[in-house]
């Protein structure tokens, strides 16, 4: 993979690609491979692969218009930086909070930011559960993003407390959305969110049924939410019509 490939993926897939910004993903991608091999960073490590799982993929709301042109943003849960590092990237003028519950991963992120000079990236280590309910987070954002694997319940409880209203979250989604979606939906009203239209993320030559998905901030969410850690996987919210 090099910067020029990556710019004609970008390109492809409908994806604004700013000057400079493959060559700063390139060395993000660099970095994520040596240090790769002495941590547990991805289970992803095909190149054309990465290239679309991680890069291509997580830049995906620039497509349809969804970044902010300013304010802030929160991926929570971020990992090795997906979606919120290169969409901090490509957006230097929004401020982006990465948080984590694994001090590794934001070593990592460190080491990534420091080496980049990028100047609109925190990072923050916690849990959702309970940076959810901190003064310096809670509802402090025009956006909140993840791209994890928990349902959209769950997500809504992750994601919502952070986000101001009026703002937004964003769910990186697959095929199970359909499954998901009465729950889900009910979830986000508990929490103050409106579930919105999902839009379909097409990869030339790839089946992939990707998903984003917003849900608008519409009232302030209740004291009580998120709930106590490891509590919105174990009992999402929303069930039987709660």
């Not at 970095?31 to 091999?37: E, I, T």
């Amino acid at each position: 993979m090099d910067a020029k490939t990556l710019a004609l993926r970008l390109t492809e897939c409908g994806i604004p690609c700013p000057d400079g910004l493959p060559d700063r993903l390139i060395r993000y991608h660099e970095m994520l491979m040596d240090w790769n091999s002495r941590m547990d960073l991805t289970a992803v490590t095909d190149e054309a692969e990465m290239m679309d799982r991680h890069y291509v993929d997580s830049l995906m709301p620039l497509r349809f218009g969804l970044m902010p042109s300013a304010g802030r943003v929160i991926d929570v849960g971020t990992g090795a930086g997906f979606p919120g590092l290169p969409l901090a990237l490509a957006c230097p003028t929004v401020s982006f909070t990465l948080m984590d519950a694994q001090q590794k991963r934001l070593t990592f992120l460190k080491a990534v930011v420091d080496a980049l000079a990028v100047e609109n990236v925190t990072l923050a280590h916690s849990r959702a559960e309970d940076g959810a309910h901190s003064p310096e987070h809670r509802e402090r954002y025009d956006l909140a993003v993840a791209r994890g694997v928990a349902s959209l319940a769950v997500l809504s409880e992750y994601l919502l407390p952070f986000v101001k209203v009026g703002g937004r979250a964003l769910c990186w989604k697959g095929p199970a959305l359909q499954d998901e979606m009465t729950q889900g939906k009910r979830a986000a009203h508990l929490l103050g969110g409106h579930v919105e239209e999902a839009l379909p993320c097409s990869f030339p030559g790839r089946a992939w049924q990707h998903l984003l998905l917003p849900i608008q901030k519409t009232e302030k969410t209740a004291r009580q939410y998120p709930r106590k850690a490891g509590t919105p996987g174990r009992l999402p919210l929303g069930a039987s019509g709660k």
